[in-house]
């Protein structure tokens, strides 16, 4: 009977598991954080089209995406949309998600401050486990767990690649 209940547990506690964050604070043209309102839509997907889970911290006044490992080596997309009357304007931003930081993948990065601006975008990331090394952390709660999170701020540039 014990056998039983700890199998339970442990099932239970896998399936509900989040194997990667990414943390991302979207702000418009001049510095202002965006919130969750009426006229935003923030969703992300990866390559297959699931959707995937997005919360925000009122605290952080930040967005929260949990990662599951179903994820790992796949594109991600991130779409943040801006709807005022006739107006809408689209902000897709494409990474790469991976088991661990490096080889060009993130499965446990942070932007704090993702300057909104409609077009396509592709975030930098390294290649060389190395160049990991050298970026700054911070810390984020999500659920019960604590994790900690490359900035990768200062590689991002939001020019727009010519996506052919």
Not at 4 to 14: G, M, T, V
Not at 60 to 87: R, V
Request: proline letters at 4%; aromatic letters at 14%; charged letters at 15%.
């Amino acid at each position: 009977m014990r056998i039983l209940i700890l199998f339970l547990f442990f099932s239970i506690s896998a399936s509900a598991q989040v194997d990667g964050i990414f943390y991302f604070a979207v702000t418009d043209g001049v510095g202002n954080k965006i919130l969750p309102s009426a006229y935003w839509k923030v969703s992300a997907s990866i390559k297959d089209g699931d959707l995937l889970p997005i919360q925000f911290s009122e605290s952080d006044t930040a967005y929260i995406l949990a990662l599951p490992k179903e994820s790992f080596n796949k594109l991600l997309q991130i779409q943040l949309a801006y709807s005022a009357g006739s107006y809408t304007g689209i902000m897709n931003v494409y990474g790469k998600i991976a088991d661990t930081n490096g080889n060009g993948a993130c499965n446990t990065c942070a932007i704090t401050n993702m300057e909104y601006r409609p077009g396509n975008f592709m975030l930098d990331l390294p290649y060389q486990q190395a160049s990991w090394d050298f970026l700054d952390t911070i810390n984020c709660a999500y659920g019960d767990k604590n994790y900690t999170l490359k900035n990768i701020s200062m590689l991002q540039n939001w020019s727009e690649p010519n996506l052919k």
